[in-house]
């Protein structure tokens, strides 16, 4: 018997099929001796990487010590109004202090892989120039305790804090900031690639450039539209550069990507039209970031619903920004549902109702599905050889009970849901190589303060004790049965 895989029946046939056509065996899956029907039909592939995320700013604390230069999130979060109840990043979890002891809880749960991020300023106070070799050597001491526990390193090296200097030189609307963050990548690259094999350029450009028109995020300022666009540009430019430097300083065998945010376009009903339309959205909904990285040129749609605002390059950048990437990070955590239009673009994006139910930040929609249509709509559309989830996660009011435990069955309920459509794609063939949740440890998270909680350890941040939450307990069990049942 020959099982296809969804998209190729959906090729095949062009409407949507019953859902047990789809399934086919998993490779190391048990199976009946019909070769039809699957034992555990919840697992994950052998060699499936589970993993946390966190970054920089929002974890590490010290924000005055051993050299590190101030970020524009050290202004921003300094400045009254600008987050919740002048909620700053200066202790976060003093993770700066206690990465050994989280690595042994990471450890005790079994976790296979940590995704963190690079302080720019703490390597390079001033954007450029002189190093701090302090710096340099705190982020070797976190590769080596990862690697004594059996962790494997995936290291980002722009996770939205831009040395405060380099702001003051215009940011990202200066083309120097993307030469300036080349030369920290392959400077990175160069010293802890021995170690780490694993970089990805950026975290979700989208997220930070909107600090340009945004007053909720670093550097809070109001841009034209003009000037958004240019200033985006700049920063799929230095993503491209970036790639190219690390490749230049890097050991052999390291791979190199980017975890972005794409816009997550998810049939709003599993039929051909609506799926056709997700797979159109996903190109032009992300057009300006995701599309040129893949593809080395902007959407016509884009360039002229942009007209005159549209951003100036030449052929040479272009070629830059789609240097080839050895895998793609996605970062999902709500759906953007997408229906089949009779129009020029031929899809429509619907708003959520004011009932549609949410985790505790009011932006996190409840859409499982999302993890499935995302990573399995890239995958068709771009064809890349392997794709990590870097980052899905669940916020929460989250609070210890008397017996000094936190029953988080919300977020047990979301990550449940989610890690059941990720499966899904998995058992379909779409290439995805790892899961990493976020997070590990409650955090600072940016405009939010301390008020919304993301980690499965809660984090008194008055003492810094971490306790593990219900949800903790569940994602061991992930892991060590390597899925959900």
């Known amino acids: 018997m020959h099982l296809f895989s969804r998209r190729t029946l959906l090729k095949l046939f062009g409407a949507a099929v019953p859902p047990a056509a789809f399934l086919r065996p998993v490779p190391g899956m048990a199976?009946?001796?019909?070769?039809?029907?699957?034992?555990?039909?919840?697992?994950?592939?052998?060699?499936?990487?589970?993993?946390?995320?966190?970054?920089?700013?929002?974890?590490?604390?010290?924000?005055?010590?051993?050299?590190?230069?101030?970020?524009?999130?050290?202004?921003?979060?300094?400045?009254?109004?600008?987050?919740?109840?002048?909620?700053?990043?200066d202790v976060a979890d003093d993770v700066y202090h206690r990465y050994r002891e989280d690595i042994q809880l990471m450890k005790s749960m079994g976790l296979m892989s940590y995704r963190f991020s690079i302080s720019w300023s703490r390597i390079i106070p001033d954007g450029t120039g002189t190093v701090n070799m302090k710096g340099m050597d705190y982020y070797q001491r976190v590769v080596d305790a990862l690697l004594e526990a059996g962790i494997v390193p995936f290291c980002t090296l722009f996770h939205w804090d831009l040395p405060q200097t380099l702001q003051d030189k215009g940011g990202w609307q200066s083309r120097d900031t993307a030469k300036a963050f080349a030369d920290y990548a392959g400077l990175v690259a160069g010293k802890l690639s021995d170690r780490v094999k694993y970089f990805m350029t950026m975290n979700e450009i989208s997220s930070f450039v909107s600090g340009y028109v945004d007053s909720k995020s670093a550097p809070g300022l109001h841009v034209s539209p003009a000037e958004l666009a240019q200033l985006?540009?700049?920063?799929?430019?230095?993503?491209?550069?970036?790639?190219?430097?690390?490749?230049?300083a890097a050991h052999a065998g390291t791979e190199v990507g980017i975890a972005d945010n794409v816009v997550p376009t998810t049939p709003v009903i599993e039929t051909a039209e609506h799926i056709k339309a997700a797979a159109k959205a996903i190109r032009e909904e992300n057009a300006r970031i995701f599309t040129v990285i893949q593809e080395g040129k902007y959407p016509e749609a884009y360039l002229e619903r942009l007209g005159k605002a549209a951003p100036r390059f030449n052929a040479e950048e272009m070629r830059t920004i789609a240097s080839p990437l050895d895998f793609v990070g996605l970062n999902v955590y709500t759906p953007s549902y997408v229906r089949a239009a009779d129009s020029l673009q031929g899809?429509?994006?619907?708003?959520?109702?004011?009932?549609?139910?949410?985790?505790?930040?009011?932006?996190?929609?409840?859409?499982?599905?999302?993890?499935?249509?995302?990573?399995?709509l890239v995958a068709e559309v771009w064809k890349p050889r392997k794709i990590y989830i870097t980052e899905n996660g669940a916020s929460a009011e989250d609070s210890l009970t008397p017996e000094g435990t936190v029953l988080d069955i919300g977020r047990v309920m979301y990550l449940r849901n989610y890690l059941m459509h990720l499966q899904r794609a998995v058992t379909e063939g779409v290439p995805v190589r790892g899961y990493f949740l976020w997070s590990f440890l409650d955090n600072f998270e940016w405009a939010d303060g301390y008020q919304r909680r993301f980690g499965i350890h809660y984090v008194d941040f008055a003492t810094q004790k971490r306790t593990p939450k219900l949800s903790a307990e569940f994602y061991r069990q992930v892991i060590k049965r390597n899925g959900l049942a």
């Open 232 to 248: 985006t540009h700049h920063a799929v430019l230095a993503h491209g550069m970036g790639v190219q430097a690390i490749r230049a």
């Open 347 to 376: 899809y429509e994006i619907l708003p959520f109702p004011a009932s549609y139910p949410r985790m505790y930040s009011s932006w996190l929609t409840i859409g499982p599905e999302a993890l499935y249509w995302t990573p399995t």
């Open 31 to 89: 199976k009946c001796e019909s070769n039809s029907t699957i034992i555990n039909p919840r697992s994950f592939p052998k060699g499936f990487l589970w993993g946390s995320a966190a970054s920089a700013y929002q974890v590490e604390g010290a924000a005055d010590e051993d050299g590190r230069g101030p970020s524009i999130w050290d202004t921003f979060s300094h400045t009254p109004g600008r987050t919740f109840h002048g909620d700053t990043g």
